[in-house]
């Protein structure tokens, strides 16, 4: 597995030629992101078990308690009518997803075996001399990623790549309409239910799949 990911790095490649692998590697093996069906009758799919997104969001601790508490305030108040039990689990999924889907979608997109490109630095660029706390809000959750770094940020962090000396701007385009593709799929799944089970979304990695239901 470690040359697996080697093999799809290949600065961290080069940086790492001639290292001896002195010591055992310790490792999670697989750490794809997913969501599973998570309530149906009398049950429930809490924290990791139901949705599992990529660490390099740190969230998944916040989303394991958030959800786990309010699984139980949807459903005390009906516990013992089962058919208003099924109905407020049903509703506490909905609303997991959409809490968690912007999230999800920025640990796959941060998570893609690759440099980081010119047009990516450029976007980040945007945010150097500012005073707003910006990328600390997406790891407090108090905005949505694609609301800081919003489509005039990319507009700016275009313009200033393709503008820029010695810009390969064939390349800067083919990665705009990759981007292009992931930011559409990042807001269809939040304003329009139905993003997973029945299709493989946009930003997953090479090879993901949504498997099949048990
Ligand atoms: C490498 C890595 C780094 C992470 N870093 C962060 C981070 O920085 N910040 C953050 O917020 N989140 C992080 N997370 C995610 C976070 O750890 C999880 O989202 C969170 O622990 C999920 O809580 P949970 O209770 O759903 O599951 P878990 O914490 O996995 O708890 C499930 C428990 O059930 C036990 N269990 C399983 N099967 C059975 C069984 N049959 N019988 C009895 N017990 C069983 C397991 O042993 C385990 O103790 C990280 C995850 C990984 C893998």
Do not use: C
């Not at 997803?97 to 997109?109: E, F, I, K, Q, S």
């Not at 393709?162 to 800067?172: T, V, Y």
């Amino acid at each position: 597995m470690w040359q697996e990911k080697l093999d799809r790095d290949p600065k961290l490649r080069e940086r790492l030629a001639g290292a001896s692998g002195m010591s055992p590697i310790r490792t999670t093996d697989d750490l794809s992101a997913f969501y599973r069906k998570s309530s149906g009758p009398g049950w429930m799919l809490i924290g990791d078990a139901g949705h599992f997104k990529d660490p390099v969001t740190g969230n998944g601790m916040r989303d394991a308690f958030k959800h786990g508490r309010l699984a139980a305030e949807y459903a005390a108040p009906v516990i013992d009518d089962p058919e208003l039990l099924d109905a407020a689990i049903t509703d506490w999924e909905k609303q997991r997803d959409r809490d968690t889907l912007p999230t999800y979608h920025w640990g796959n997109r941060e998570t893609r075996p690759q440099l980081t490109s010119p047009l990516a630095q450029a976007v980040l660029g945007t945010f150097a001399g500012t005073e707003q706390p910006g990328i600390s809000d997406l790891f407090n959750r108090t905005k949505y990623p694609e609301d800081i770094i919003s489509p005039p940020r990319l507009i700016r962090g275009l313009l200033a790549t393709l503008l820029a000396r010695g810009a390969d701007r064939r390349a800067i385009l083919a990665e705009v309409a990759t981007e292009l593709r992931y930011e559409v799929e990042v807001r269809r799944s939040r304003y329009f239910d139905g993003f997973r089970s029945r299709r493989v979304a946009a930003t997953e990695h090479p090879g993901w799949s949504v498997g099949k239901a048990p």
